[in-house]
T-cell receptor, first 114, second 116 residues
């Protein structure tokens, strides 16, 4: 299994541009989520999904959109990039049906908005 | 707002010494988890302790939970240079109707440096 994969690894955007960060998992996990990590702030939840067709907002959802058309994929869209969205973005997944609670994280996407 | 506060923010020790990190949180939880992050990498799950447990061990890791004080500690015994990383606590809440189900709230992390 590849686990959780994210693309791209690095991205530089200009203010106002849009882009999509890709996330995929091959573990058939119902739960997927997006976090951003800023220096000194830990990780903060942006959006999450408990299954295909179901998404909800986390702690810092403004400026981001998500959709979940399949179990495997959970893309994060930046509608109009702003310098405040410069961060490292992590996707994670988890099996909701069993007793295992740990979340599996992707390697991250480092985004810089100029 | 951040659920967890961790201390110390940074910890520097020699190989073979023990490392203790502390985490405090604000609301009721279902479980508390510890993750490790090596520089520039994703997070890796280390250990989970449920709200009805007080202590748990896994290899060189020992985690305690005091729900009355809303605090947890992670002890790494006989540390190695390879343990150098950032360590995060994360809580999964016990919100009504399962609204916190699966959602993790992270602390700010402790940067551990183990010198050979």
């Amino acid at each position: 299994n590849a686990g959780v994969t994210q693309t791209p690894k690095f991205q530089v955007l200009k203010t106002g541009q849009s882009m999509t960060l890709q996330c995929a998992q091959d573990m058939n996990h119902e739960y997927m989520s997006w976090y951003r990590q800023d220096p000194g702030m830990g990780l903060r939840l942006i959006h999450y999904s408990v299954g295909a067709g179901i998404t909800d907002q986390g702690e810092v959802p403004n400026g981001y959109n998500v959709s979940r058309s399949t179990t495997e994929d959970f893309p994060l869209r930046l509608l109009s990039a702003a310098p405040s969205q410069t961060s490292v973005y992590f996707c994670a997944s988890r099996d909701l049906g069993g007793p295992v609670y740990e979340q599996y994280f992707g390697p991250g996407t480092r985004l810089t908005v100029t | 707002s951040q659920q967890g506060e961790e201390d110390p923010q940074a910890l520097s020790i020699q190989e073979g010494e023990n490392a203790t990190m502390n985490c405090s949180y604000k609301t009721s939880i279902n479980n508390l988890q510890w993750y490790r992050q090596n520089s520039g990498r994703g997070l890796v799950h280390l250990i989970l302790i449920r709200s009805n447990e007080r202590e748990k061990h896994s290899g060189r890791l020992r985690v305690t939970l005091d729900t009355s004080k809303k605090s947890s500690s992670l002890l790494i015994t006989a540390s190695r240079a390879a343990d150098t990383a950032s360590y995060f606590c994360a809580t999964e809440g016990s919100g009504a109707g399962g609204t916190s189900y699966g959602k993790l709230t992270f602390g700010q992390g402790t940067i551990l440096t183990v010198h050979p």
